[in-house]
């Protein structure tokens, strides 16, 4: 803080207002730089070996990307890939070898934000736990390892090819078949390989019997299918079959819809048969979790799947032989991430049962029975890897002041494996404790958020809502598990060190919070319902004492960049400057909605584009121009209108970067503009 001086008091009447905005103003930076924050190295892709209870993760380390492996007993984490740059070129998709002596894994990608006059590309690679060089395979992702250790199938374009994987032959393709051919899968004997071939009205699944060279389709339909699974025989294969209408979807809120099934064929005839159909109503409309299988086959002949029956994810099970499924997960939480271990008995994961801002790990038999809490408290546990030895299970952890980190659990104690993946310089002493608030939305729905208050504050403060991505997001009251939201956390804990009052909004159309939350009514494109919880935001940030209602701002990507926009653009009186990285701002452009179709007008009455005329904010647009997930045309578009308008608009450009920017040093950088462009606006 800065000091106030002493004045005579003849002074004190024509200096009070300055002083009085001297002394209460926050400091101009935070006691710790953003590459500080920044700097700890953040772990994606825990996976557990077959055997030898061996477990790998990816390892970002300010931008440059590695494989680590961690082995009993010590479980410390070493690297076996040496990669040194920030290049933008991500690593993922490991899969261990049968024997656990090497890890298969997918690098690159067709973006290149490093500018690499050279170009990129996205190859599949194998490298020994041994030590050596990593070897190149073949361009290619999705890569899967057949049982049998000989060779390994994966996606290059629209087809499955296949190599072997002690490098002696070039790869080659394995078949060739219609359609965009994805999801490769060996069964457990190695002599088929299964796949999912999309044909956009419609998808099957697809069987290559290797030995006899044929291929053949499962129970085929005009509907989509998906997510096939092995049963443990070899023998037959379970899929999910959503229904399809042949025609363009609607982006609006989908509580039911006609049920979706799953389905079991036989890998040898193509014959099928429906094992379980969803009850129509709540629960209709497929909902995935985040697991490699959404099918699980268990031991004692199970199915494991998951379910909204109740309007909350939750795991089910099933007979193979046909019966009621059995509730595995009852309450009013979400299950998100799901493992099953090598014995086939049981099911790992983690959810917000008990703990609705949180997330922890539990287990829970397939059959049917009470679940067991493995963490709990005021940390976060994610992305359980059960190993091959029963008492030990991998997962990725963190707090409101330690970003995640791999750890294992043994028994009931957990250790870190990768002690060096938070440096020495890591500001820990300065990360705020976030607070859980309950707030209302303009029109009453209740919302969770995350409040962060600067230390040593005094006076009323500048505040700052931020707005997350997805939609289908839910930020946590600590370190994120996605590397977007960590990144985000660490910008929140920065500017609440600059002096700043953030609020963190978990607004509808997220999920944590059930289905009917989820599947917002009017969302988004449909309507833009979400804009009551930005005004609910900035009311009960007005409302708060350490709040100066004068100067609140707003910031998000994505869809909290939608939302940012939104906020200035309908709300300028509210949110007084705003950072919106690449949002959209005109849903039907985004959704390639024709003009003159039933949902073109109400997509572009909800979107930003549409309140230009009342925009008077400050905006800084920040975007990569290579982005996937939302088209560059919305911030040329916006940047066009508001400059016409005279509105002051500031911009941020990355060349060839993408939607979740690939290089540490674009985060530094639209982060270091970020704080720059609020202090201007709002201090």
């Known amino acids: 803080m800065p000091s106030c001086p002493t004045l005579a008091y003849d002074e004190f009447m024509r200096?009070?207002?300055?002083?009085?905005?001297?002394?209460s103003a926050p400091a101009q930076q935070a006691p710790f730089t953003l590459d500080q924050v920044l700097g700890a190295a953040f772990p994606t892709e825990l996976t557990a070996a077959p055997s030898g209870g061996k477990v790998a993760w990816v390892s970002n380390a300010r931008g440059a990307r590695n494989i680590l492996v961690a082995e009993p007993p010590a479980y410390q984490a070493r690297k076996i890939t040496a990669y040194t740059r920030d290049d933008g070129q991500e690593i993922g998709t490991l899969r261990w070898t049968p024997d656990a002596s090497a890890i298969v894994y997918v690098r690159g990608g067709s973006a290149n934000p490093e500018?690499?006059?050279?170009?990129?590309?996205?190859?599949?690679?194998?490298?020994?736990?041994?030590?050596?060089?990593?070897?190149?395979?073949?361009?290619?992702?999705?890569?899967?390892?057949?049982?049998?250790?000989d060779r390994l199938a994966f996606v290059n374009g629209s087809q499955i090819f296949w190599a072997p994987l002690d490098g002696k032959s070039a790869a080659a393709q394995a078949f060739r078949a219609r359609g965009v051919n994805r999801q490769p899968e060996w069964s457990p004997d190695g002599a088929r390989l299964s796949f999912v071939s999309t044909r956009?009205?419609?998808?099957?699944?697809?069987?290559?019997?290797?030995?006899?060279?044929?291929?053949?389709?499962l129970?085929?339909?005009?509907?989509?299918?998906?997510?096939?699974?092995?049963?443990?025989?070899s023998r037959s294969v379970a899929f999910l079959r959503q229904p399809s209408s042949g025609k363009r979807a609607v982006r609006e809120a989908r509580r039911e819809g006609e049920p979706w099934s799953i389905r079991v064929a036989s890998a040898e005839t193509g014959e099928g048969r429906e094992l379980w159909r969803a009850r129509a109503g709540r629960g209709s409309v497929f909902r995935g979790v985040t697991a490699r299988h959404q099918l699980n086959w268990t031991a004692g002949g199970r199915i494991v799947f998951p379910w909204e029956a109740d309007g909350w994810t939750h795991l089910y099970s099933i007979a193979v032989a046909g019966s009621a499924a059995t509730l595995l997960t009852p309450g009013e939480f979400e299950v998100e991430d799901v493992a099953v271990p090598a014995n086939g008995r049981d099911v790992i994961y983690s959810s917000n049962q008990d703990d609705i801002d949180r997330r922890h790990v539990w287990k829970v038999a397939a059959a049917g029975g009470p679940a067991v809490a493995l963490t709990r408290g005021e940390k976060i546990e994610v992305s359980p890897a059960p190993t091959s030895d029963e008492n030990s299970i991998a997962m990725l952890q963190s707090d409101a002041q330690h970003p995640v980190h791999a750890v294992m659990r043994t028994g009931t104690a957990i250790r870190d494996m990768d002690a060096a993946a938070i440096p020495a310089d890591f500001p820990l002493r300065q990360m705020?404790?976030?607070?859980?608030v309950i707030f209302p939305a303009a029109d009453g729905l209740t919302l969770h958020g995350q409040l962060f208050l600067p230390p040593n504050r005094t006076g009323a403060a500048p505040a700052v809502v931020f707005f997350h991505g997805g939609s289908?997001?839910?930020?946590?009251?600590?370190?994120?598990?996605?590397?977007?939201?960590?990144?985000?956390?660490?910008?929140?804990?920065?500017?609440?060190?600059?002096?700043?009052?953030?609020?963190?909004?978990?607004?509808?159309?997220?999920?944590g919070y059930g289905l009917d939350f989820r599947e917002a009514l009017n969302y988004g494109p449909s309507g833009g319902s979400e804009y009551a919880d930005v005004q609910g935001a900035g009311m009960y940030l007005r409302g708060r004492p350490e709040v100066d209602g004068a100067r609140i701002g707003a910031w998000g990507g994505s869809y909290g960049g939608y939302l940012t926009a939104m906020a200035l653009a309908r709300a300028s009186d509210l949110y007084k400057a705003g950072v919106d990285f690449h949002g959209v701002h005109d849903w039907a452009v985004e959704l390639g909605i024709p003009a003159g179709a039933p949902d073109y007008r109400v997509a572009f009455e909800s979107s930003p584009m549409n309140f230009v005329s009342t925009w008077k904010s400050p905006v800084l647009l920040i975007a990569g121009d290579d982005d996937p997930d939302v088209l560059f045309n919305n911030t040329v578009m916006l940047r066009d209108a508001l400059r016409s308008r005279g509105v002051d608009v500031d911009e941020l450009i990355f060349p060839d970067e993408v939607h979740d920017f690939l290089m540490h040093r674009t985060w530094r950088e639209a982060y270091r503009e970020t704080a720059g462009f609020l202090g201007r606006k709002l201090k």
């Open 115 to 149: 500018l690499d006059p050279k170009g990129v590309s996205e190859d599949v690679w194998v490298v020994d736990l041994s030590g050596g060089a990593p070897r190149k395979i073949a361009t290619g992702n999705a890569p899967a390892i057949s049982p049998r250790g």
């Open 432 to 436: 705020v404790t976030p607070q859980q």
């Open 472 to 511: 289908r997001r839910q930020m946590l009251l600590g370190w994120h598990s996605m590397y977007y939201y960590s990144n985000a956390y660490a910008m929140n804990q920065y500017l609440a060190n600059a002096g700043y009052v953030v609020l963190s909004v978990n607004y509808r159309s997220g999920i």
């Open 219 to 233: 129970d085929t339909s005009t509907d989509a299918d998906s997510d096939p699974a092995w049963s443990p025989d």
């Open 200 to 217: 956009g009205d419609h998808s099957f699944i697809g069987v290559y019997d290797v030995a006899a060279g044929t291929l053949r389709y």
């Open 15 to 23: 200096s009070f207002l300055l002083l009085a905005a001297v002394c």
